[in-house]
């Protein structure tokens, strides 16, 4: 019998589920691979702390090295995240000859170019379903079920901590802390959740996605990304009073000549199939002229959900090397000669329905004058919805969604109504995704 043996560095949260079901699936794993997977070794700075999996002591060492040069290794499997020294020690990887798994969405939406490079340079796989949507299918999707697809849209709900914060105020009405404290008590946040209300590491998932759905490099820093922690219960309250729902949406959508992508919360109809993706769940969308719309929904996190699409991988990678076709899969999943450079569309020029959220003394002729800005910038107004009566000196709420619209019409028509006198605090605007 074959074996694939492998290298695991990082023996967190993910390492510690890959461990866990590698030791469950082995018969199922030999069933339909035809070879064993086997650990060989594994780094990680700690290796006191109980891991909740048995593994024999000697398999663990606190050097890398002593994984990155292991002569039995077929696959190094990285899921330590960050930047560095994982950026370096992928590189090394690939630089010896061997496959690498990876998990790390940062680094593969910041130094993409430079490790797709490494890896088809050398001739070896990468594989990194578990970096996007835990154990949802999507990178294997786009390479290859979606191959003949002119794939327009990728977008979705990639953030399971930002979505279980928002369906928790959906629900309950309770406010962002409340939320977010809650999260943080679950597990579901880290002690610094930054990354995840502030739609970072969703715009690194979308980085990931619309390279390989539209064959284009991607730089990290082009992206628009807003995130969820300005959202207040009141606008959810709107939002639904509107019929819709708000997410944290990363999208990316190519019109044949620019790339649109940003992370942003965006309200979504109530009866979109997004909109009762709830909790930690993640959802994402594909669009073409052949298959219409494909939606995939599942856990986007968590040690086994995760675990379980790096073993996905180690798999791919193992019959490649079984059958001597290793090079089988572009690992942007366009050839490398393919990738072409397409601009990133400026946010300014998007179009789209917004939901205005304006603090306004309560007098006659301040819905006129604000309007007739409004109009000024040809943003015609959909609806509109006054909150209240205020209390002496304290604005109303004064709701309103629009027509569709300019993005730069808006941001000009609201820089210019928070200079009314009348107008009592700054203006918010969240986009519809209809
Ligand atoms: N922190 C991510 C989330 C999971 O909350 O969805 C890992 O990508």
């Not at 990354?195 to 990290?220: C, M, Q, W």
């Not at 020029?349 to 959220?357: A, C, N, P, Q, V």
Request: net charge negative.
């Amino acid at each position: 019998m074959d074996k694939i043996k492998i290298g695991l560095i990082g023996f967190g949260t993910i390492g510690s589920g890959v461990v866990q079901i590698l030791a469950s699936s082995r018969k199922t794993i030999r069933q339909r691979l035809g070879a064993e997977v086997e650990i060989v070794k594994i780094a990680d700075l700690d290796i006191t702390t109980d891991r909740g999996v048995e593994v024999d002591s000697g398999m663990l060492t606190t050097h890398a090295d002593e994984v990155l040069e292991h002569p039995e290794v077929d696959v190094i499997v990285e899921l330590m995240g960050g930047y560095e020294p994982a950026r370096t020690f992928l590189l090394k990887a690939v630089s010896c000859g061997k496959h690498v798994v990876t998990a790390n969405k940062a680094l593969l939406a910041k130094h993409g170019d430079e490790l797709f490079t490494a890896v088809e340079d050398n001739h070896v796989s990468i594989g990194f379903e578990a970096a996007v949507g835990g154990a949802i299918p999507i990178i294997r999707s786009i390479k290859e079920s979606f191959v003949a697809n002119e794939i327009s849209t990728v977008e979705g709900i990639v953030n399971g901590t930002a979505n279980y914060i928002l369906s928790k105020m959906s629900d309950e009405g309770c406010d962002f802390d409340v939320a977010l404290k809650e999260a943080q008590q679950k597990g579901f946040a880290e002690a610094d959740p930054t990354f995840d209300i502030e739609g970072i590491d969703s715009a690194h998932k979308i980085a990931i996605l619309a390279r390989l759905a539209f064959g284009t490099p991607v730089n990290f820093d082009d992206i628009t990304v807003q995130g969820i922690s300005g959202i207040t219960s009141g606008d959810i309250e709107c939002a639904r009073e509107f019929g819709y729902r708000i997410k944290l949406l990363a999208i990316s959508k190519f019109d044949g000549k620019s790339v649109d992508i940003r992370v942003h919360p965006a309200m979504i109809p109530q009866s979109h199939p997004m909109a009762s993706v709830n909790g930690v769940l993640n959802a994402i969308r594909v669009c073409d002229g052949w298959m219409g719309e494909n939606i995939l929904v599942g856990h986007g996190a968590g040690s086994l959900p995760t675990g379980s699409a790096v073993i996905g991988d180690i798999v791919e990678i193992a019959r490649g090397i079984l059958s001597g076709a290793k090079d089988r899969l572009p690992a942007q999943s366009f050839r490398k000669s393919e990738m072409r450079s397409i601009p990133i569309m400026n946010i300014q020029e998007i179009d789209s329905e917004y939901f205005l959220r304006l603090s306004v003394q309560d007098t006659p002729g301040v819905l006129s004058r604000i309007s007739g800005i409004l109009g000024d910038h040809s943003i015609s107004i959909l609806s509109v919805i006054q909150r209240g009566r205020a209390e002496s000196g304290s604005g109303v709420s004064l709701i309103m969604m629009t027509h569709r619209a300019n993005e730069k019409d808006i941001q000009l028509a609201l820089k210019e109504i928070d200079g009314l006198n009348v107008v009592c605090a700054k203006s918010n605007f969240i986009r519809v995704e209809n």
